[in-house]
C-alpha cells in the first residue's frame, strides 16, 4: 500500500492569544515549529518494507490530495483537531481510506470517527498492526482499541526518517520516552487517560540505544514527568539510565521532564547533572506538592525539592499551571511569590485546560460549564472552561497579569532569555546574539 503519514497543523500557544506577546518585555516568535511528537516514528517503525511510506507535516506542507494513496494516518493532539477533521473530511470525500490515532482521538474516540473511517484508541503498537492487515484486506473496522498493557520491553526504535532531514524546523530534538502511564492522576493531565494509571518502564539500555542512534539531532528531550519521581523503584531505573547516559558522553542540550514530585536522594540529582541534564522542565501548580505549596500555602516540601535541584546545578524552567477548582483571585499573586521564594527565573504560565473526552470535560460539560468547543483554544493560553470562583475574563487577566509582572519583577537580559525563549529573529540580531550568517540553513 502506498501510506501516507499527516502530522496536522496546530495554532502555536503564543499565536492564539496575542496578549501575551504584548505583556512580554521582549519580542518572542509565535509560530515556532518542531518535530512530530513519537507516534507518527512508531508507526512508520511498525510499518513492514512492502508498504510504501510518505509524510506530510501540515505545519510546514500543504497536503498532497491530489496525489494517490491507499490509506491515510492521521496523528493528533487537541488543538490540531480542526486540521485533522478537515484533513480526514477532504480524502475520504475522494474516496481515501483515512485512520487517525493520538492524544485526541483516544480521549474523544467518538467525535474523530465523524471524520475519518477508524479510529486508533490507545497505543500504536496495539492498533495499529491490525489496522494495516485490514486495510490491506479492504476491511477497516471503525475502532482498535488497545488497553495499556503493552510491553515497553518490545518498544520499537521509533523511525524518524521521514522528518529528520526536513527543512523548516526551529527545534529538532530527539524525543524519548522511558516510561508510560502515571499513577498520580492529576486532574488536568491527559497521561493517565492515554496511557493509563500505573507506570511502565522501558529498559534503560533501549533508551540510550535509541539516543545513540540519533546524536546528529539537535539536543535531548527526555519527555518523562516520571522519571525523578520520589519512589524506591523510579529511582532504581534512574541510577541505571543515568549512569548509561554518563557513559554515553552526550554533549548537546538535554531537557528533562519533571513536576514538584522530585526525588530527595541528592546523589541521584547529582548523577542527572553528571549525565548532562542541565534544565528540568518542571510543570508545577496542579501536582500534590506544588498544589500544596501555592494553593494551601504550605511551601516547604517543595521548597527543599527545588532547592535540592538548585544545588546539584540543575536549572528550572517551570511550566506553571493556573486555573484550577480551588483557585480564587489572590492565586496570581500566590504563584509569582512561589517563583520568587524559589529563585526560578525562566517560566512559562498556562491556563488548567480538561481535554475534549476526559473525564473532567465530561463533567464540566454536563453541568454546562464548557465555554467553547473550539479546540484550537486548547492550547494552555484561553480559559475554555467555567472557573468556580472567578469569571473567565477575571481567569484571563490574572493569567495576563502573571506573565506581565514575572518579567517586570524580575528582568531578564537577552542573553539569558535567548536559553529558553523563542526570541525574533532581528531581537536576536539587534543584540548581537546572531550574526547574518547564523541565520537558519533550516
Ligand atoms: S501531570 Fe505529571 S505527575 Fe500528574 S498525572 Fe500527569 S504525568 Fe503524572
Known sequence: MKILFVYPH?????????????????????????????????????????????????????????????????????????????????????????????????????????????????????????????????????????????????YVMPDRRLFKNKKGYDWKPVL?????????????????????????????????????????????????????????????????????????????????????????????????????????????????????AVTHDMPEEAETNFKRMRDAGLEIFASVTMGLESDTKDIFEKHLKFLERNKIRFVEFWLATPYPGTPMWRKYKAKNRILTEDFDLYNGAHCVFQPKKMTKEEMEEGFLYCWKEFFTRFPLDPAEAMKYYNLTEEYQKKHGLISDDDKADK
Request: proline fraction near 6%; include cysteine; charged fraction near 25%.
Open 10 to 154: 496546530f495554532k502555536k500557544y503564543l499565536e492564539t492569544n496575542p496578549g501575551i506577546l504584548e505583556a512580554l518585555n521582549f519580542p518572542l516568535y509565535a509560530s515556532y515549529k518542531s518535530t512530530p511528537s513519537l507516534g507518527i516514528p512508531i508507526m512508520t517503525a511498525l510499518t513492514p518494507d512492502e508498504h510504501e511510506v510518505h509524510f506530510a507535516d501540515g505545519n510546514l506542507d500543504p497536503i498532497p490530495y491530489d496525489e494517490h494513496f491507499d490509506l491515510v494516518v492521521i496523528n493528533c493532539f487537541t488543538p490540531q483537531a480542526k486540521h485533522a477533521y478537515e484533513i480526514g473530511d477532504t480524502f475520504r470525500a475522494r474516496g481515501v481510506k483515512t485512520v487517525m490515532g493520538g492524544i485526541l482521538p483516544t480521549n474523544y474516540p467518538e467525535d474523530a470517527k465523524k471524520h475519518c473511517d477508524a479510529v486508533c484508541i490507545g497505543e500504536a503498537e496495539q492498533t495499529y498492526p491490525q489496522v494495516l492487515e485490514d486495510a490491506k484486506k479492504g476491511k477497516l473496522q471503525e475502532f482498535y482499541v488497545g488497553d495499556n498493557t503493552f510491553d515497553m520491553a518490545n
Open 176 to 292: 524519548v520516552q522511558c516510561f508510560r502511564g502515571c499513577d498520580m492522576r492529576c486532574n488536568y493531565c491527559a497521561i493517565p487517560g492515554a496511557h493509563g494509571n500505573c507506570i511502565r518502564m522501558r529498559p534503560p539500555e533501549h533508551v540510550i540505544k535509541e539516543i545513540e542512534m540519533n546524536m546528529d539531532m539537535d539536543g535531548l528531550f527526555i519527555a518523562d514527568d516520571q522519571l525523578l519521581f520520589p519512589t524506591e523503584v523510579t529511582e532504581k531505573y534512574a541510577y541505571e539510565f543515568f549512569s548509561r547516559l554518563k557513559d554515553l558522553n552526550y554533549k548537546k542540550s538535554i531537557f528533562l521532564s519533571g513536576s514538584a514530585m522530585l526525588t530527595k536522594d541528592e546523589k541521584l540529582l547529582r548523577l542527572v547533572k553528571d549525565a548532562g541534564v542541565d534544565h528540568l522542565y518542571c510543570v508545577t501548580g496542579f501536582d500534590p506538592i506544588s498544589m500544596k
